[in-house]
């Protein structure tokens, strides 16, 4: 059973950090595009991040310059590490695997709030 097991949400303040993980379950992390979207109250989800299978990255540019997404093969595992945070960053992150357009596999989601 494939499952991308996420953690590392919670709550901080505006400018602070925060590293969000995503564990490969059943699934190898380096087989697929991974990435993150984000989904905020009453808004559409938004795709933050991605690094593709060759380890090119991209990033929605509310977020560049302060999130940066990485993979550790070893550990089997997707990184979003997120800095300089704002409260308009708040939302429920969600992990993701693709093969193509569109994701196959998520993760359960985390909620991160930035808020002082």
């Known amino acids: 059973q494939v499952q991308l097991v996420e953690s590392g949400g919670g709550l901080v303040q505006p400018g602070g950090s925060l590293r969000l993980s995503c564990a490969g379950s059943?699934?190898?992390?380096?087989?697929?595009?991974m990435g993150w979207y984000r989904q905020a109250p009453g808004k559409e989800r938004e795709l933050v991040a991605g690094?593709?299978?060759?380890?090119?990255?991209h990033y929605a540019d509310s977020v560049k310059g302060r999130f940066t997404i990485s993979r550790d093969n070893t550990k089997n595992t997707v990184y979003l590490q997120m800095n300089s945070l704002k409260p308009e960053d708040t939302a429920v992150y969600y992990c993701y695997a693709s093969l193509g357009l569109f994701p196959r596999y998520w993760g359960q989601g985390t909620q991160v709030t930035v808020s002082s």
């Open positions: 690094i593709t299978i060759g380890g090119t990255t």
């Open positions: 059943g699934f190898i992390v380096s087989s697929d595009a």
